[in-house]
């Protein structure tokens, strides 16, 4: 049977949330016309260990920081969209006879899913997404088949389902990215053909995204974020995790902090930015790229930009998927505009009610 790993009824509204590592991020969009407003947003922290890799370790502890969110956020809304990790997924563009109904479409998938899925079928959530017409042949469609591990996704719906939420929709992390994305580029002067990398700083993970003309060409995870400079804090100064975490944000750390801590972190960051795009160049047809987008919590760093665009000679900016919305006022504005940059997830997975 075909789950429903990325498509789900139209228009239906949904909440936006994204599990990570370190957080769960809600968001909840409106539209009217062409212009998007905020009405409810959170951020609700996770303890250490309750995902680990993109994986929810500790269901019960994320379905806790699940309600929690959805509560400080005043939303009314239960039904959510949320997404798994791009290197969970497994994805094969087929083509098909183009008169095939969705049930048609859907049996013969079924019966050629084992030519391209390395695992078990009963183990497996499948779904398709009818691309367009084929290339030269216009009796066929392109379609676009992915493939989960089933458990990603039912330790996700559980998580939900026991916060009292409603799972409408499971995404693809790259794919709620590039619909966030469109919103970015908007307000770019971007060529269609312009080659953009998007670097999602998190919290335990670098997730390298490069679109050429807005769609996804390349995604890269690897295991680098801010925990790192907060266990470093923690060794140096001989801070909890929570006293190093806070200290981070707020600074009062002691005077060599910048130049012994700070820069040496950003200096990584540098090395694994270009250790990203060096994998990318080397495995497609580009040398190189027009525009950098830092997203993630560690995006907004002071500074952060500058010591990349400097060290890369490449045009940096920090990505802002809501930079053109209202906000409701219930919305602490000043928190969703510090919070922007790690919302590119969530951001693309509110977009859902809107397709």
């Not at 939303?75 to 798994?84: E, S, W």
């Not at 009796?139 to 676009?144: A, G, N, S």
């Not at 053109?324 to 969530?346: F, Y």
Request: proline letters at 4%.
């Amino acid at each position: 049977m075909i789950s429903s790993l990325f498509r789900k009824k139209r228009s239906v509204p949904v909440l936006g949330i994204d599990i990570s590592s370190s957080s769960v991020k809600l968001l909840e969009l409106s539209r009217n016309g062409d212009s998007y407003r905020v009405e409810s947003y959170a951020v609700a922290s996770l303890p250490p260990n309750a995902v680990v890799e993109k994986n929810l370790a500790e269901v019960d502890t994320v379905s806790a920081v699940l309600r929690a969110a959805w509560e400080r956020s005043r939303t009314r809304l239960k039904t959510v969209a949320v997404a798994v990790s791009g290197s969970a997924v497994i994805t094969k563009q087929i083509d098909l006879p183009a008169g095939l109904s969705d049930d048609a479409m859907e049996t013969q998938i079924s019966l050629e899913a084992d030519q391209y899925i390395p695992y078990p079928l009963d183990e497996v959530a499948l779904d398709f997404e009818v691309q367009g017409p084929a290339s030269g042949n216009p009796e066929q469609v392109e379609v676009l088949l992915a493939a989960c591990r089933r458990e990603n996704v039912e330790s996700r719906v559980e998580a939900l389902e026991t916060a009292d939420l409603v799972p409408k929709v499971v995404d693809v992390e790259a794919y709620a990215v590039e619909r966030a994305f469109r919103l970015i580029g908007r307000q770019s002067d971007w060529s269609d053909d312009s080659v953009v990398a998007i670097v999602d700083l998190g919290a335990t993970m670098t997730t390298l995204s490069v679109l050429v003309g807005g769609s996804t060409v390349y995604t890269r995870e690897q295991l680098f974020g801010g925990k790192q400079l907060t266990e470093e804090i923690q060794r140096r100064y001989g801070l909890t995790v929570e006293e190093a975490g806070l200290a981070k944000k707020q600074g009062g750390l002691p005077d060599d902090y910048e130049h012994e801590v700070l820069e040496p972190f950003k200096d990584a960051v540098v090395q694994q930015i270009t250790r990203s795009l060096q994998f990318f160049f080397s495995s497609s047809q580009y040398n190189d790229v027009d525009h950098i987008l830092l997203a993630g919590g560690v995006a907004s760093m002071p500074g952060l930009a500058e010591v990349v665009r400097e060290r890369l000679g490449t045009p940096v900016s920090i990505a802002n998927p809501l930079a053109s919305m209202s906000v409701a006022s219930r919305v602490d504005a000043a928190a969703l505009a510090n919070d922007a940059p790690s919302l590119m997830i969530a951001c693309g997975l509110a977009l859902r009610s809107f397709e």
